[in-house]
């Protein structure tokens, strides 16, 4: 859906009353990195919405490449194999990094004799579903959690005769916590158009265009589409 106010950390009158030496309210962006990704894999968004936005607080969730290997602990659930795998508790480590995040930032703001900041989760790929499950679990209007914003996340489970590379993890996603779940919560999905994808044994493709290819099918269900890439 629309969101309700415009997707901005402060609009022109913050930046006049800045100017004018009254203490404005700050806002927090906590990025959330997508599946096999590291905090420093978004260093330069990190730094393009510091420069763009200086008033507000950017941190990248604390994630390292080794701790994906976590979600293997799924492999010995039955339901895994069945394709009908609910996300808690294989993903907890990583909600409750998002958890550790948001009170940073609080810590932050509070220190620096503020208010605490209304929260952006800005989520790349399997980021997307993982916010959206934090929303569902934990208490995020305490925390003033505000707005979600993915960017080329799966949000829908595959079609039927598909294999599910999560699991089963994006079918209980929309039963559960379907679209536009958090009526209090602003929502922006962005998906991109960066390449588009061919079938396993297409003719004359590139081995980089067929692995695209191959990635878009497992999450829609069809290889010849355009998405971004990854």
Known sequence: RCP????VFAG???ERTQREGTRTEKNAVIILPGLGNNAEDYDELKRLLVDDHEHAFVKVLDVRRVDWLRNAAGVVDQNYWKGTLSPRPTV???LEKISAA????????LAAGGDAPNVTLLAHSAGGWLGRLYL??????EKNVVRF???GSPHLPPPDGVIDQTRGILTYMEANVPGAYQKDVEYVTIAGTYATGVELLAKSASLSDRIVGLG???VCG???VPGDGV
């Open 12 to 14: 022109a009158e913050d």
């Open 136 to 141: 569902k679990d934990f208490a995020y209007a």
């Open 222 to 224: 069809s290889a010849a």
């Open 4 to 7: 309700r106010k415009p997707l």
């Open 216 to 218: 878009y099918k497992q």
């Open 102 to 109: 948001i009170e940073s930032v609080r810590a932050e703001a």
């Open 149 to 151: 914003v993915s960017l």
């Open 92 to 94: 907890d480590w990583y």
